[in-house]
């Protein structure tokens, strides 16, 4: 929970106590995830397809064998895209796009709160906020938010979860078009309790890892796997603390600093002048 | 309604004056074409084509950012290492105007005008990095407070920092216009602005470490603590301190015509002074450095190319400098001093861009390097400034002594506040 969270909660606790009213706003709204299943993807590309029909992007090429050879990312004109790995002979097909943290660090980077997370879960953008600081991009753990460099009105790109059609009651391009069924959307507790209930039921077929369980403090999007997820150049590194975590001391001790230095400093300066008034009959110098 | 009309048109009389006096006093004094003149006009104009550029067709027709590295020379360099390096002021006006330290204040003026200045010109490079600049202002007017980034203190915290800046600097200002009352005014303030600076600068040194934190995946272990924001502070002390000697010295070269009697008799004492507080402050980061690399149990990656490039910067940009400035100031050898600033002053770039560039997706393989237009952007940045103070010294008792008149002001200013003290005093013992 981060400082503004908290103030909000509490601020609603102290306003919900007072008018004795039941605090029914601040209940919480369960938080959408999507559920990749590495070990059904087909690597038809479908996902890449129709999420750029989507979100009005650049049809993506289709020479899969090409792009297969080389590990891509997502990019200013492509949101999630598909890699392949061979595994002991086995072709597996791993999509990759922004995870939509439980507690995003580009969130927490942006000075504009133009990159924020909704509460019902997708990370999203706002272009008439966002000054292009590229921040995020510097403290997103999995590099996702991408930056039109050779615009002069450039935007920031990733994956939304397809906001604008969730709004609408729809499902994201990308789950619905999925032709396997490797990628469900839906309340981000059920998926886990979908994904435990695969791996326990075929513990042969999958590792027993959920990615983005835990990771960074929890992601939206979830990976099941058959192998570690090291093969797919996943990080693993990353820790489970989210990554606001880490400037939350900092950003604790400014108020502090704010109010306690100013105090000292004024002090010290008395000190030092009344000194010199009476042992060298001079005052401090006034300019 | 007469009286509103004569003010009017004495203020209207006062503001030609100024005009005039101000326009008078745009025009160069001394040759203009100089080799340094024409030189930095080129790279300042060239600058100036490559930012039309940049501003219709995106930053990446002239930089070499990319996806792996948002972050390149403009901000590594301009804002993290310029910052560092204007440290200096908040060093100095803590030791003079809260300490009371009577040694440096010949230097307390130029020393500001180079921190103000370093921060409207680097930290203003910032802008023209913004993707989106016109959505500047948002976070100022509150149209969306991000209160929880580390950015957007940073961001007030510069804003507020020049204002401050400013304050300490006016008083200069006021006696080149002869506004006597202005400057009265603007001499009381100073100790708030002091006081106020002092604490943004603390946060706001440390703060730009604390820019890194997030990128706690992405920096190398051996420049990635999460004692960044502490080291950036305490190297700050150094690096500000480092510049001081370093620009003392080129200026007291170049404007020999306009320096005072008195920083001229001192310069060599302040130099002294200064260099003790340096090899004070570098002893307590090299400590800090060692705790985290202990702590951190970072001995294997010394075994690899980036240990060695870490020792180097280490060893031959802290603790040989430290040792330099020791020797210095024990045996007074003014010119050994001056060596340790340049290498200190080289460490800290070494260090903000490791941490800011070279370190950082240590991992990737392909690297970035600036391009020579984000190259010669920056040295157009570092002109502009160069002119601006030069224009400011030549004309502003910044070196030279102040007018009679400012210090009649201040000795009477310090007058009344005895007599105030010795007052408030009589007035205690009455009521006791
Ligand atoms: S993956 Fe990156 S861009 Fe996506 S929510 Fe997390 S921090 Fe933000
Ligand atoms: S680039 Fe835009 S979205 Fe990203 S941190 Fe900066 S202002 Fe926020």
New interface residues.
Partial sequence: M???NFLATVGTAVGASFIGRNAKASEKIEMMGILIDTTKCLGCRSCEYSCAEANGYPEPSDDSDKLFNSHR?T??NSLTVVNKFVIDENEIYVKEQCMHCAQP?C????????MHKTKEGPVVWD?????????C???C?F?IP?????????KISKCVMCWERLAKGEIPACAENCPNEAIVFGKRSDLIHEANNRIYSEPDAYVKHIYGEHEVGGTGVLYLSSVSFENFKF?T???EEA??E??K???YG?PV??TL??AF??A??NS???E??FTEG?????? | MDTNKKSLSFMISELKRFFKFFFSELKPKGKVFTPFNIITGIIMLTGAVLLVIR???????I?N????Y??GLWIGFDVITGVAFAGGAYVLT?I?????D?KY?PIIRVTVLNGFLAYVFYAGALLL?????W??I??IIG???????????V?WHFLLYMLAEFIEFS?AAAEWLGWKKTRKVL??L??GA???G??LS??HQ??LG?????????IHPLWYT?FI?ILFLVSSVFAGLSMVIFEGSISHKVFKHRISEEIHRSHNDIVIGLAKICAGAMFVYIFLKALVFVHGQHWTYLNSGWGLWYLVEMIVFVAIPCFIFIEGYQSKKINLIKFGAVLTLIGIILNRLNVSVIAFKWYEAVRYYPTWGEIVVTLAVISAEIWVFRWIVNRMPILSDMPDW?KR??QI???E??TQ?SESLKWKASIT
């Avoid at chain 1, 272009?127 to 921040?135: A, D, E, I, L, T």
């Avoid at chain 1, 991408?146 to 450039?154: D, G, I, L, M, V």
């Avoid at chain 2, 950012?65 to 792996?68: F, I, K, R, T």
């Avoid at chain 2, 003079?96 to 009371?100: A, G, T």
């Fill in positions: 981060d400082r503004r990312k990019s200013e660090a969130a927490a980077a942006c000075l504009t709160r133009a272009g008439s906020k966002c000054m292009g600081c590229r921040f991009m510097i403290s753990p590099d991408k930056f039109e460099y050779f615009s002069a009105n450039p990080r590194d990353l820790g990554y606001p880490f400037t001391e900092f950003l400014v600093i704010l230095f100013p400093l004024l010290l300066s030092t002048k009344r010199k008034t001079e005052g401090g110098n006034g300019h | 501003f219709a067709f995106g930053l990446g027709t930089t950012l990319s996806q792996e948002p972050w803590f003079v105007y809260i300490m009371r009577e204040h990095d913004l993707g989106r600049p959505n500047v948002n976070p149209n969306s407070f991000g209160v929880s980034s580390v950015l957007f203190l961001a008083p001499a009381g100073t100790l002091v006081i106020f002092i604490t603390t946060l440390s703060g604390a820019l890194y934190l997030m990128a706690k995946a992405k999460e924001p400012a002001q201040d200013g310090e007058l506040s005895v003290k």
